[in-house]
């Protein structure tokens, strides 16, 4: 699918746009290529493989791009934590 593609719901006909996360799930799909059952590995394999790619032909400094990435998808989910441990 494409940015601003919509996606129906199957239960009540709703066309609605897809999310960032459901379009990321897809090309994670696409990039196993299999419908199969997958183990939990394969999946951060294949985006690991998916966000290489993506920086190899968008980034003037993939490697440093990479990291930089990694360092803000850790704080991302550091700031999620700390916020589901103060509604606790």
Same mark, same amino acid.
């Given at each position: 699918m494409r940015v601003g593609e919509t996606?129906? *719901?199957e239960? *009540?006909?709703e066309v609605r746009r897809v999310t960032s996360v459901e379009l +990321?799930?897809?090309?994670?799909?696409?990039e196993i290529g299999s419908d199969d059952p997958q183990p939990p590995v394969? &999946? /951060?394999?294949? /985006?690991?493989? +998916? /966000?290489?790619?993506w920086l +190899? /032909?968008?980034s003037g400094a993939p490697a440093m791009d990479a990291?930089?990435?990694m360092c803000q998808a850790r704080a &991302?989910?550091?700031?999620?934590?700390?916020?589901e441990v103060q509604r606790q």
């Open positions: 996606a129906m *719901n239960k *009540n006909g +990321l799930d897809a090309a994670i799909w696409r394969a &999946f /951060l394999q294949a /985006l690991s493989c +998916l /966000l290489g790619r +190899l /032909l968008r990291v930089t990435v &991302f989910v550091v700031r999620h934590e700390s916020m």
